[in-house]
Nanobody, 127 residues
Framework: VQLQASGGGLVQTGGSLRLSCAAS????????IGWFRQAPGKEREGVAC????????YYADSVKGRFTMSTGSAKKTVYLQMNGLKSEDTAVYYC?????????????????????WGRGTLVTVSS
């Protein structure tokens, strides 16, 4: 299983970035894909999650209306479009894969539920 996040960078407050997560080595429909972030000195927190089991996308309250998660047509790449970026969005962003049942149980933002993680990509929002 491989997950690789990319697309991070330095952006000014109010700007936009699109992160990508390339996934391979597992049956996509069996898993939920989540975007998480971790700021220095803080715990990893869930940002967005989606999976074909429920066909819903879930967002943390802190990013609702600003971030949009989508899946590429080949279901091999997951994107996180981030608009209206704020300084508090500064963090290392990770994508992870968890067994799809997290979507039923509502635990999709619990990092311990995730079996696989990719290397993160740093997003820095400057004021």
């Amino acid at each position: 299983v491989q997950l690789q996040a990319s697309g991070g960078g330095l952006v000014q407050t109010g700007g936009s970035l699109r992160l990508s997560c390339a996934a391979s080595g597992f049956r996509f429909d069996d898993y939920a894909i989540g975007w998480f972030r971790q700021a220095p000195g803080k715990e990893r927190e869930g940002v967005a999650c989606a999976g074909s089991l429920t066909n819903n996308t879930y967002y943390a309250d802190s990013v609702k209306g600003r971030f949009t998660m989508s899946t590429g047509s080949a279901k091999k790449t997951v994107y996180l479009q981030m608009n209206g970026l704020k300084s508090e969005d500064t963090a290392v962003y990770y994508c992870g894969a968890a067994w799809a049942t997290v979507l039923w149980g509502g635990t999709y933002f619990r990092a311990s539920e995730y079996d696989f993680w990719g290397r993160g990509t740093l997003v820095t929002v400057s004021s």
